[in-house]
């Protein structure tokens, strides 16, 4: 079974206090990895997507890595602003063209 | 460009009742999504339309919830009769095509008590 895991639950950080978030998955055959940022009482919004191991991405002090097996989403210098939930989800060739499979998310706190 | 909007934002109903929800996808948009994201949990799909065909409705509770896209543009989720644990926000996403990236909207909040 597709299967998406994210750790940590929740992550509480000082600003400029640098970490990354995990992203394991098990799929029949990616499609694509997707990283996105809900904050509280909006949709997601789209971040990042990867389509094969070795690949990655920045966007500000955001930057996602992705292995056969997981990815990570590393925040360097992390600011207040940058507090959210961030969930992971795959898209597989086994499922529907277009549906994807999250996880749980990461609730992250960067206190001043 | 105008994101996707959804409407109402908030609707507090009674077991029982009915409900419908509203999507307006971004223009030029031929994929339309209906999620269902429970609190603690991440969003789930309900049923995906290509224009105006059903590509996926494999997770919908078809005996509750129907949705439809007419003229391949807005779209409508209802619930019919809702269920306590239907209290959910229900999210519509759109992308250009099935493979790619998809935008969310802000999403409606559900509870039903």
């Known amino acids: 079974e597709d299967q998406v895991t994210q750790s940590p639950e929740a992550l509480r950080l000082q600003e400029g206090e640098s970490s990354s978030l995990n992203c394991s998955y098990t799929v029949s055959g990616l499609r694509g990895l997707f990283w996105y940022r809900q904050d509280p009482g909006k949709g997601p919004e789209f971040l990042f997507t990867l389509y094969s191991a070795g690949e990655e991405k920045e966007k500000e002090r955001l930057k996602a890595t992705l292995t056969k097996k997981e990815s990570f989403l590393h925040i360097t210098a992390p600011k207040p602003e940058d507090s959210a939930t961030y969930l992971c989800?795959?898209?597989?060739?086994?499922?529907?063209?277009?549906?994807?499979?999250f996880g749980k998310g990461t609730k992250l706190s960067v206190k001043p | 460009e105008a994101g996707v909007a959804q409407s109402p934002r908030y609707k507090i109903i009674e077991k029982r009742q009915s409900v419908a929800f509203w999507c307006n996808p971004i223009s030029g948009h031929a994929t339309l999504y209906w999620y269902q994201q429970i609190l603690g949990q991440g969003p789930k799909l309900l049923i995906q339309f290509q224009n105006n065909g059903v590509v996926d409705d494999s997770q919908l509770p078809k005996d509750r919830f129907s949705a439809e896209r007419l003229k391949g543009v807005d779209s409508t989720l209802k619930i019919q009769p809702a269920k306590l644990e239907d209290s959910a926000v229900y999210l519509c996403?759109?992308?250009?095509?099935?493979?790619?990236?998809?935008?969310f909207g802000p999403g409606t909040r559900l509870t039903v008590l």
């Open positions: 996403a759109s992308s250009q095509g099935g493979e790619n990236t998809q935008y």
């Open positions: 989800a795959v898209g597989n060739y086994g499922g529907s063209q277009g549906n994807l499979i």
